[in-house]
T-cell receptor
Framework: QQPVQSPQAVILREGEDAVINCSSSKALYSVHWYRQKHGEAPVFLMILLKGGEQKGHEKISASFNEKKQQSSLYLTASQLSYSGTYFCGTETKMIKAAGNKLTFGGGTRVLVKP | NAGVTQTPKFQVLKTGQSMTLQCAQDMNHEYMSWYRQDPGMGLRLIHYSVGAGITDQGEVPNGYNVSRSTTEDFPLRLLSAAPSQTSVYFC???????????????FGSGTRLTVV
């Protein structure tokens, strides 16, 4: 089952902040965040492991609440280059399968305007 | 260092034709996977592999076959193309951390497939 992302889209002015949320109904091993520019492949931003740790990439950071199976991505002091679609990927442990699976949410479109 | 290489970049197929999408990585990644992305949607997992000779199904495996005879290559075969398989296909690879956890994907540039 896919994780649920919210909001579906957000429009920002340069310098503003935004939060993107990702929630899952399954117990998670990790949460990944990716950014995809139009017509390009997704690019890995960061991974968060169990334990509630936070990671950062430039002025983009994220948190993982293991108990709630939720992760949030924080865009701080947004830049024009932050525009794109952000996807969370949730990794679940597969007991009877060959390995773990990474399942992606539907994405959040971010547009940063000057 | 090429990363993940997908070929072809574009392909048009007629309904019922078969073809193979190629994916190769030069990073010695154990884990490889195939996703499809439909317009305005997220990525859906088709098949994945944790090493040579080991593959398993993802969310949408019907109509696709995979095999992995080497660490580097993970081709995706469309058995009998249907218009519903029109999509952008991405191959991705990753190292595996302890306990088989996926480290973080490197994606190929994608194959845009149209089935008419």
């Amino acid at each position: 089952q896919q994780p649920v992302q919210s909001p579906q889209a957000v429009i920002l002015r340069e310098g503003e902040d935004a939060v993107i949320n990702c929630s899952s109904s399954k117990a998670l091993y990790s949460v990944h965040w990716y950014r995809q520019k139009h017509g390009e492949a997704p690019v890995f931003l960061m991974i968060l492991l169990k334990g509630g740790e936070q990671k950062g990439h430039e002025k983009i950071s994220a948190s993982f609440n293991e108990k709630k199976q939720q992760s949030s991505l924080y865009l701080t002091a947004s830049q024009l280059s932050y525009s794109g679609t952000y996807f969370c990927g949730t990794e679940t442990k597969m007991i009877k399968a060959a390995g773990n699976k990474l399942t992606f949410g539907g994405g959040t479109r971010v547009l940063v305007k000057p | 260092n090429a990363g993940v290489t997908q070929t072809p970049k574009f392909q048009v197929l007629k309904t019922g034709q078969s073809m193979t999408l190629q994916c190769a990585q030069d990073m010695n990644h154990e884990y490889m996977s195939w996703y499809r992305q439909d317009p305005g949607m997220g990525l859906r997992l088709i098949h994945y592999s944790v090493g040579a000779g080991i593959t398993d199904q993802g969310e949408v495996p019907n109509g696709y076959n995979v095999s992995r005879s080497t660490t580097e290559d993970f081709p995706l075969r469309l058995l009998s193309a249907a218009p519903s398989q029109t999509s952008v296909y991405f191959c991705a690879s990753s190292y595996l951390r302890g306990q088989g956890m996926i480290y973080g994907y490197t994606f190929g540039s994608g194959t845009r497939l149209t089935v008419v």
